[in-house]
């Protein structure tokens, strides 16, 4: 399980330049644990203690109201991080993380981090990098939900969420209905009438698992 674990570890961006024995150390100090699908992992306003490596499964990140309303900010899978804000500061948790199936996580503690981290400050500046970049991130899915109509934010996801699959972006684990509306802040009622004036319209094909963008989506709607 640790070798699944320091594989993954090799993986992340900010631990790519980390030497073997370095990363063999970290791995060592960490604990792997199952969850069950739609198992709270983080909930937001917690204490923060762990950084989370996703080594098999899917999570939902996401922040809620005090109504419960949520918008969804990312969708993870096996070989992504999360909680990292937890490594450097006190602050409790400012979003939640939810499996949307069976998921098993590598746990590293904050103090076995920092103690760590100690023994390697070459990985600092890497680190704020990976920081920066989820702020500019997070920046951005303000901006979409400030600036956006729920049309535009929608082809933003999909555009987002396709890789290229010989020549055509395609979505091969393609989020619900109601995913996508917590991902684009909007009711699932309207995701529905998009996605069907979409695949009517000739723009998208869809399956029981996957969505093609087959003719590039129109601008507006």
């Not at 950084?51 to 949520?70: A, N, P, Q």
């Not at 909680?83 to 590293?108: F, H, M, N, Q, W």
């Not at 600092?124 to 991130?137: G, I, P, Y």
């Amino acid at each position: 399980m640790h070798q699944e674990l320091l594989n993954t570890l090799q993986k992340i961006p900010f631990l790519a330049s980390v030497p073997q024995e370095s990363l063999v150390s970290l791995s060592a100090h960490s604990k792997t644990t199952h969850f069950p699908k739609d198992a709270f992992i983080i909930t937001e306003g917690d204490d923060t203690h762990s950084m989370f490596i996703l080594l098999s499964g899917k999570v939902r990140v996401f922040t809620s109201d005090d109504e419960g309303k949520e918008v969804t900010l990312a969708i993870q899978e096996a070989g992504s991080f999360f909680g990292e804000l937890a490594l450097l500061g006190d602050e409790p948790r400012s979003a939640s993380v939810v499996t949307t199936e069976k998921c098993l996580c590598g746990i590293i503690s904050k103090y076995d981090f920092k103690q760590w981290l100690l023994q390697n400050p070459e990985i600092c500046l890497a680190l704020l990098s990976t920081l920066s970049d989820k702020v500019r991130q997070l920046t951005d899915k303000v901006k979409q939900l400030a600036l956006s109509n729920v049309y535009e934010r929608t082809i933003r996801v999909l555009k987002d969420m396709a890789i290229d699959d010989q020549g055509i972006p395609v979505i091969h684990n393609r989020p619900t209905q109601q995913e996508l509306a917590n991902m684009v802040g909007a009711s699932r009622e309207i995701i529905n009438k998009i996605m069907k004036e979409l695949t009517k319209g000739g723009y998208v094909e869809i399956d029981h698992k996957s969505l093609k963008i087959v003719n590039k989506l129109p601008a507006s709607w």
